[in-house]
């Protein structure tokens, strides 16, 4: 049975638009935010293009399960400037290739590979909206693996991060 639940994470920070567009697609930007709370962004590889890459890792906390890199990647599928971004994610190894969720202790059931949508909405008062839109998964069991998997909790103390790096 197909899920019909769509994971979004939403968040609206107190910069304009263009601050947080740069925050999202600039590599010396990005390290300053990506990752959870007591995370790293050691590396931080963008080819910010249609057909283009990215590559990060992130490091967790010393003497934590986290303490090592881990690596994702994907290919940006569709850029609307200062509006949207579509891109592939997945885990990978540090090249760029395609590791299973499950290499990293994630379920079997995890998706192997997502495209997600970052929108970027301008609001009064020099606000944004920013969307981080996961697709609907195929399966009740991919939807659960998902939501188990920490992402929303981590994207959260990651979205904490990139508002005070807008200050």
Request: net charge negative.
């Amino acid at each position: 049975m197909a899920s019909d639940k769509q994971i979004i994470i939403e968040r609206v920070f107190e910069a304009p638009r263009e601050r947080v567009w740069k925050a999202w697609t600039e590599a010396d930007e990005v390290k300053k935010w990506w990752g959870p709370a007591g995370f790293t962004a050691p590396h931080v590889e963008i080819d910010f293009k249609v057909g283009g890459k990215y590559l990060y890792a992130m490091h967790g906390p010393a003497g934590t399960e986290f303490d090592r890199d881990l690596w994702s990647a994907g290919e940006y599928k569709e850029i609307v400037p200062l509006e949207k971004i579509v891109v592939s994610d997945y885990f990978s190894d540090e090249h760029g290739n395609k590791m299973n969720p499950s290499e990293h202790g994630l379920s079997t059931d995890m998706p192997a590979e997502m495209d997600v949508t970052v929108k970027f909405e301008e609001l009064d008062g020099g606000n944004t909206k920013l969307s981080i839109i996961y697709p609907v998964p195929q399966t009740e069991a991919q939807y659960q693996a998902m939501k188990n998997s920490g992402m929303e909790q981590g994207w959260g103390t990651s979205l904490d991060k990139l508002a005070d790096s807008l200050k």
